[in-house]
Nanobody
């Protein structure tokens, strides 16, 4: 089983930036991580978890319309870590952010286990 630990969230003013990190650990995490697409999701109370950015094992990225041009996803396979650079933040970006393995073509999660997430709050 692979575990994800998200970090880097916090409180920031609108227009500011944050960089989130997601470290994978657990049995077979290394081999699994390096060959599997990964993504960042976000969730607000009462709403479904939304995939906002994904990256293939080779580094090809894709973004949801709500974050395109403002967020940048990247990964370090040697460190088993996925990053999300968030710039020009808006109050509507406020959410708990999670990472997970994804089905890049289907644009959804491909693994059933989730970490605790990291809270991002953007003040106006």
């Amino acid at each position: 089983q692979v575990q994800f630990v998200e970090s880097g969230g916090g409180l920031v003013q609108a227009g500011g930036s944050l960089r989130l990190s997601c470290a994978a650990s657990g049995a077979a995490s290394g081999s699994t991580f390096s060959i599997t697409a990964a993504g960042w999701f976000r969730q607000t109370p009462g709403k479904q978890r939304e995939l906002v950015a994904g990256v293939t094992s080779g580094g090809r990225a894709k973004y949801g319309d709500s974050v395109k041009g403002r967020f940048t996803i990247s990964r370090d396979n040697a460190q088993k870590t996925v990053y999300l650079q968030m710039d020009s933040l808006k109050p509507e970006d406020t959410a708990v952010y999670y990472c997970n393995f994804i089905n890049f073509g289907g644009w959804g999660p491909s693994y059933d286990y989730w970490g605790q997430g990291t809270q991002v709050t953007v003040s106006s």
